[in-house]
Each structure stands twice: as C-alpha cells, then as structure tokens.
T-cell receptor, first 112, second 109 residues
C-alpha cells in the first residue's frame, strides 16, 4: 500500500495554464523530492526539500516552484504550462538518503 | 561530469539468470541503489550497496566494486513479472542521487 500519494494521476491541460501537482506522504519523512521522467529516460531532479520551509532547486527547476509548509505536503506548481512540460512527474520521500526513496504513483501530464 | 552507464535493453528467457551491469563516475560515493520500474509505474527499491561485495535478497543479488566503479544486479529464476526497467543510481558526495537511464529487461517464455 502506498504511503505517498500524488494527484491527479493523469492531467491534460492547455498551454499557458497554471497547474499544481499535489504530493503528500504519511511517513513523517523530512526529505521530499520532485522528479521529471520521460519514457525510457533517466529521472531528472526538479526540486527537493529537507524539511519545513526548506526548498532547493534541482536540474530542471527554472519553470516551476514548490513549497513546504507542512512536513507531509510538497506541491509542485507550473506557472504557465507548455507542451515541453509534457512528461511524467514523480514525487518521492526518504527518511535518510541511504535508506532509499519511496515514490508516489506519479502524475502523467500532457500539455496541448 | 557525473555519469552512470547501463545497457539500454536486455532480453532473457523465463527461468534463466540475467546480469545487468552498471558503471559509474561520480563526485564521491555514498552508496549505490538498484530500483525496479514497471512501465508507467513508479520505481520501487530493490537494493542498496555501500561496501564491496555481494548482497543477496531472494532471487535478486547486487554486487559492488568501488575501486572499479562497477555494480551488477543478478536476477535468478526469471519470471514474466520481472519484465521491467532496472535503474542504477549512485549517492554522490553531496548525498544527491545520480540516476542511470535504466535497462529495459524483456523476458521471453
């Protein structure tokens, strides 16, 4: 059973729309991550957080923002969606880096 | 730069054994992970190696040689459900995970 939840599971939106992808975990993990993954490609880190009010940018962060107001919640916002944002977005959390990450089921985003 | 190499695709037969290799060049090393990812799903944790040697966990084993920058994942008694991508990832000196592109494993009856 999943202890980290992402919504929506699938989303199709128009270019220029603002969207927020939700991620929540019930494990009390301080560390949370957002990744973007295209089919057959490696995961690219977008943003990460090591605790409440702590957020850092990853490799692909320039077109999105995150917030961490509560330990369990780590939403990702795209201010103006573009077709190049079409991808799968994966949220993950960990207690410690060497304990491994637990991933959510992902949000598959299509921008038309 | 940091780099992780693994074969793009491998094919094996049900009931057989397959070895998936991973070589890495990273700034520092704090451990290596293997994850399994079925198509359209999220990755799930398989193993973590930080010391040299072989770690066995049921049908799956993972090996690490830090001096060679090399790891492999060994899958025994292959089952059709093992068809998936296998991702190698290294924890670098900043405790950031560097991911390989994954090896797609196709199991044939």
């Amino acid at each position: 059973e999943a202890d980290i939840y992402q919504t929506p599971r699938y989303l199709v939106i128009g270019t220029g729309k603002k969207i927020t992808l939700e991620c929540s975990q019930t494990m009390g993990h301080d560390k949370m991550y957002w990744y973007q993954q295209d089919p057959g490609m490696e995961l690219h880190l977008i943003h990460y957080s090591y605790g409440v009010n702590s957020t850092e940018k990853g490799d692909l962060s320039s077109e999105s923002t995150v917030s961490r107001i509560r330990t369990e919640h780590f939403p990702l916002t795209l201010e103006s969606a573009r077709p190049s944002h079409t991808s799968q977005y994966l949220c993950a959390s960990s207690e410690k880096e060497n304990y491994g990450y637990t991933f959510g089921s992902g949000t598959r985003l299509t921008v038309v | 730069g940091q780099n992780i190499d693994q074969p793009t695709e491998m094919t094996a037969t049900e009931g057989a054994i397959v070895q998936i290799n991973c070589t890495y060049q990273t700034s520092g090393f704090n451990g290596l992970f293997w994850y399994q990812q079925h198509a359209g799903e999220a990755p799930t944790f398989l193993s973590y190696n930080v010391l040299d040697g072989l770690e066995e966990k049921g049908r799956f084993s993972s090996f690490l040689s830090r001096s060679k920058g090399y790891s492999y994942l060994l899958l025994k008694e292959l089952q059709m459900k093992d068809s998936a991508s296998y991702l190698c990832a290294v924890l670098d000196s900043n405790y950031q995970l560097i991911w390989g592109a994954g090896t797609k494993l196709i199991i044939k009856p």
